[in-house]
Structure formats: structure tokens, C-alpha cells
């Protein structure tokens, strides 16, 4: 059996993205198995169709949809890139709080940081320190 014929009932050709519709990560990103190795659906479909991703890189999702597929949706960038793209894009955080003025902190490494969720975090963490 090919690859391709391995994952092509896994996946659905939309008309924009290609979603992985099997197994996926906590994160959203769809995996597999290889050579009894997890890899990440769009690693394994990018080299499959396109070639090697060169030593150094990863995967940039330029749909911003981690589920998804699609070559041509798909960049190899280095890390540094991808991060910089990924908070230039992102308008909430993981919780879905708007990361706006207001509620948007710039954390000592240079990363935006929803307020909202700092601030739960914060409460969390003295919640348990009182309770020791």
C-alpha cells in the first residue's frame, strides 16, 4: 500500500483547507502513525507531496488552521518565523479572551499575554498557596 492510500480516507478536500479528520493532537494538529513514531498529519502530507522540510525547519500553517492538510497551505519557516506570525495573527488567546489594548500584556520574553488569564492564573496560584 502507497501513502497516500494509507491517509486519504483521513482527510476531507474542502474548498479551502484539507481537514484531517482522524486522530488529532490536545492541540488540534492531526497525527499518525509511522514506523510505530507519532508524526503530524501535515509534516507527513507536506513531504509526501512536496519533499523533504530542510534541517532547521517546521511547518508554518498559513491558513492558520492546525487540522489542516493542503500542501499549498503549508511553509517551512524556522521557528523564530513561525512565532512571529503566529502572535501577529492571533486576535484571542487560547480561553477566547480578545487580545486588545486593555487586555493585552507584553510578558519579559516579548510574548503577548491575554490580562484576563494572567490575572486567573494569578488567583489560582494564591488560592493554593493559602490553602498549604
Avoid at 18 to 40: C, H, I
Avoid at 47 to 67: A, F, M, S, T, Y
Avoid at 97 to 108: A, C, M, Q, T
Avoid at 109 to 127: H, I, M, P, V, Y
Amino acid at each position: 500500500m502507497n501513502a497516500y492510500a494509507r491517509i486519504e480516507d483521513k482527510f476531507t478536500i474542502g474548498d479551502a483547507c484539507w481537514d484531517w479528520t482522524a486522530a488529532k493532537t490536545a492541540g488540534g494538529y492531526g497525527e499518525l502513525t509511522v514506523d510505530s513514531q507519532m508524526t503530524y498529519a501535515h509534516r507527513f502530507v507536506y513531504e509526501l507531496q512536496v519533499g523533504p522540510i530542510p534541517d532547521g525547519l517546521e511547518i508554518d500553517h498559513l491558513c492558520r488552521n492546525k487540522g489542516c492538510v493542503r500542501p499549498d497551505h503549508l511553509e517551512p519557516v524556522t521557528h523564530q518565523e513561525n512565532g512571529r506570525r503566529a502572535a501577529t495573527r492571533r486576535s484571542h488567546c487560547n480561553r477566547n479572551h480578545p487580545l486588545v489594548d486593555g487586555n493585552l500584556s507584553i510578558d519579559n520574553r516579548g510574548r503577548r499575554e491575554c490580562l484576563t488569564c494572567k490575572r486567573r492564573r494569578g488567583r489560582e496560584w494564591a488560592r493554593k498557596r493559602s490553602t498549604t
